[in-house]
């Protein structure tokens, strides 16, 4: 069943007053109306289909208008060089590189010291069992991340140049997609192999406008499809996957731009017949943003450059990023009916795209991830945002490891221990936390020093090995130690509740409608040229 909310009929009237009033433009063109075409769609939410009605024109006409106002170019910006989409990154000198190598070495003392420290109390076993077992599983985990991120290799360049075809799904993104597509447009890579699809997944703001405006100037390579109603983002990438025929399908998030060599450095991953799925580089686009974007800079390239590079060793990558990453045609149209489908315990799978699509493809295909293919993409900047993209993140975490554990078994033992124990340890961190914060200070078994300290030294390993990867020093390492006392005072505790709560359709960042209760039909899209 759909639901389709009409405007109300003020709202009707005026925008019939409004374009009963615009003036023709001085070039013959209705110039005025398709001015106020931009301006009803934007500021007041008025559907092609009503426009149409009241014009008397059919919705593509509409569209067609709208996109010659929302797209004017003047002699001076057509000649002027595009500004780049893609921050640049500045290399880094002697000083820097003398304070990353103290940072390295003082890493690899403090995870030798601790696996020591460890390793001379396994006989506390017996007098705290579950702390003991708990903490040894965790340092021995991490302390693979590192040791099997340090044999990770970007992959040499093979010249391969396949056709593919760059996917953007977005809803509401028009402060980010202009800048998004733009990276795409100054790739690196050659025109007539790479097709971009943006797809408009029923946005109530400029979105849609915002596309057409980068597709007016783009000499035919932007094809901008444009869905009625909003139908969710899984919806929108099987449309943009359905669109094309191309070799390998790439998707790139609306808050996302690539570096311009990214496209080229991440296909030569391809190379390898068994590979199915390749994974970017992720790093934070509007760091300086707040100190909640400052934390998200130290763990998305913690989470990329140490699991995801350990992953990638056993061809085993869990999740392959929203943000930048590419499937070969091949691996993904077997189960693409199943993947835009998918429900869980009797409800529609409404996010956790990247990581189901990942799951399907890995069930028979390698997966790896490319260092050097960067993208960077827009983070949530408040408390309020960032604790809703967790609790939707943890969400499909819990759903996709259930799948995950269905058939990881048939890995490498080492990745499948891995991730089995990668699954196990969010469960269980509560429970321990608890035991050590406050059930052993409430029988006498002393203040939980040791625990606290704990997670003092292995936030202080995941902030130095950010200062001592990054190309130039950046303080930024300390907002590492910050993020492990943020994720133990409010993050930990998510985990039951996102698995309580699994079977919620909220996105919980945004006001999507899509695949609530009662809207869980599919409307056909409308491609505009």
Known sequence: MVLALAPPPTLAAAASLDLARAEPAADGHDGGIEQTLVELTQKHGVGDDQLARLLGWSPEEVARRRALAAAPVSEAEADAPPAPAAPRTQPGGRLDLAVRAVAGMYLVFLLAAVLLYKSAFVKMVTVSPLLTMYSLVVVCYISSRFLFSAFYRTCADHGLEPHVAVIMPAFNEQAAIGRSLR??????????????????????????????RVAARANGRVRVIDFATNRGK?????????????????????DSVLDSQAMRILMQRFHDPKVGGVCGHADVLNVSASWMTKMQAVRYFVAFSVNKAAESVFNVVMCCSGCFSAYRREAVMPRLEWWEQQTFLGRPSTFGDDRSLTNCVLRDWKVQYEARALSHTIVPDTFRQFMRQQLRWKRSWTRESVIAASFVWRKHPVAAVSAYVGMLLPVVAP??????????????????????????????????YFAARKPRYDCLWVYGIIFCFFYLAFLLWQTYWAIITTRSASWGTRPSTAATETELAMPGAQVVP
């Open 183 to 212: 990276s795409l447009l100054e790739l690196d890579y050659p025109a007539e192999k790479l097709e971009i699809v943006a797809v408009n997944d029923g946005s109530t703001d400029g979105t849609l406008a915002e596309m057409q």
């Open 431 to 464: 429970v321990v936390a608890v035991h050590a914060l406050v059930m052993l200070p409430a029988v006498g078994g002393g203040a939980p020093v040791l625990y606290i300290v704990g997670v003092y030294v292995m936030s202080v390993c995941y902030g130095l």
């Open 234 to 254: 899984r919806a929108a990438m099987a449309a943009g996957i359905r669109a094309t025929a191309a070799e390998i399908i790439a998707f790139v998030d609306s």
